[in-house]
C-alpha cells in the first residue's frame, strides 16, 4: 500500500479548520516527492528561489537566520504534520534557513499546484490561513521569551512548548520524551550558551522539576514546570 504522505498534514489542518472530503481529495492529489535527509542538512536557504512547498512527515526542523558574523537563531522549530515554508506559497524567495535537526523525511510539492487547489477550495485557504496566524503567534511568544525572561525560564518554556506542541501532533506524552535539538540549539533558540543552558537544566533537576538521561527527558512536576517558564498554551491556539 503506498504512504499516506499528507496523512499528519491533513490532520494538524482538519484541526485548524475543519476540511470537506472534496478539500481532502485535492490535498492527496498534489504531485509529490519525498526526500530523506540527515540531522544537519539545509533544507531550504535564506536568499534561495524556490518552486516548490514542503512538509515534515518525519523528524524534525528548524527555522533560522544568521547574522553578518555567522551567528545563529533558532526563531522556531518543527515536527511532523507541519508545512515548513508556508510563505512559499506567495513568495518565491526564502527569507530565511529551513535545517533538520534530526533524520527526517521531506516531502515537497509545486508552489503553483498548491496555489491552485487553495484558489479552488475555501477550507484549505482558511485552515492556512490560521496556520500562519498561529506561527505569528508563536514568533510573538518567542520574543517575549528571549527579550523578557530569564535564563532559566526561557529554557523552560522552549522545554514547555516541545512537549506541547509534540502531544498537539500525536506523537506521544508531554511528560516524557527524547530531545531532538542539541544543548547549543537550545542556546540558539533562546539567545544562551550551550554552556548557560546546560546551567539551567542542572538547575531544574536539582529543583526536581526535570529529569534527563542523555536526551530522554522527563518533566517530573508538569505544573512546577509551567511556573517556572510562565507557560500558558494560549497562544498555541490548540483548540483552534
Known amino acids: 500500500m503506498p504512504r499516506d504522505y499528507f496523512e499528519a498534514w491533513i490532520s494538524k489542518m482538519h484541526a485548524l479548520n475543519t476540511l470537506q472530503e472534496s478539500d481532502i481529495a485535492a490535498i492527496r492529489k498534489l504531485p509529490t516527492r519525498s526526500v530523506e535527509i540527515t540531522s544537519g542538512t539545509t533544507i531550504i536557504s535564506e536568499g534561495q528561489l524556490v518552486s516548490e512547498c514542503c512538509i515534515l512527515l518525519e523528524g524534525f526542523a528548524c527555522r533560522s537566520k544568521l547574522n553578518r558574523e555567522g551567528g545563529r537563531q533558532i526563531v522556531s522549530f518543527h515536527m511532523a504534520g507541519d508545512m515548513l515554508d508556508i510563505q512559499h506559497l506567495l513568495f518565491d524567495k526564502a527569507d530565511h534557513n529551513v535545517e533538520a535537526i534530526s533524520a527526517a523525511t521531506v516531502v515537497f510539492f509545486p508552489m503553483a499546484d498548491l496555489r491552485k487547489i487553495v484558489d479552488d477550495n475555501s477550507g484549505i485557504a482558511k485552515a492556512l490561513w490560521r496556520d500562519c496566524l498561529v506561527d505569528a503567534s508563536i514568533f510573538r511568544e518567542w520574543v517575549l521569551n528571549v527579550g523578557?525572561?530569564?535564563?532559566?525560564?526561557?529554557?523552560?518554556?522552549?522545554?514547555?512548548?516541545?512537549?506541547?506542541?509534540?502531544?498537539?501532533?500525536?506523537?506521544?506524552?508531554?511528560?516524557?520524551?527524547?530531545?531532538?535539538?542539541?544543548?547549543?540549539?537550545?542556546?540558539?533558540?533562546?539567545?544562551?550558551?550551550?554552556?548557560?543552558?546546560?546551567?539551567?537544566?542542572?538547575?531544574?533537576?536539582?529543583?526536581?522539576?526535570?529529569?534527563?538521561?542523555?536526551?530522554?527527558?522527563?518533566?517530573?512536576?508538569?505544573?512546577?514546570?509551567?511556573?517556572?517558564?510562565?507557560?500558558?498554551d494560549g497562544y498555541l491556539h490548540l483548540a483552534a
Open 148 to 232: 523578557r525572561r530569564d535564563a532559566k525560564s526561557r529554557v523552560a518554556h522552549m522545554l514547555c512548548e516541545f512537549a506541547a506542541r509534540r502531544e498537539a501532533a500525536g506523537l506521544g506524552s508531554p511528560e516524557r520524551f527524547d530531545l531532538p535539538m542539541t544543548q547549543e540549539q537550545i542556546g540558539d533558540a533562546t539567545g544562551l550558551t550551550a554552556v548557560h543552558v546546560n546551567r539551567m537544566l542542572r538547575q531544574l533537576e536539582e529543583e526536581g522539576v526535570f529529569e534527563r538521561n542523555g536526551r530522554n527527558v522527563r518533566i517530573s512536576d508538569w505544573a512546577q514546570m509551567k511556573r517556572v517558564a510562565e507557560f500558558d
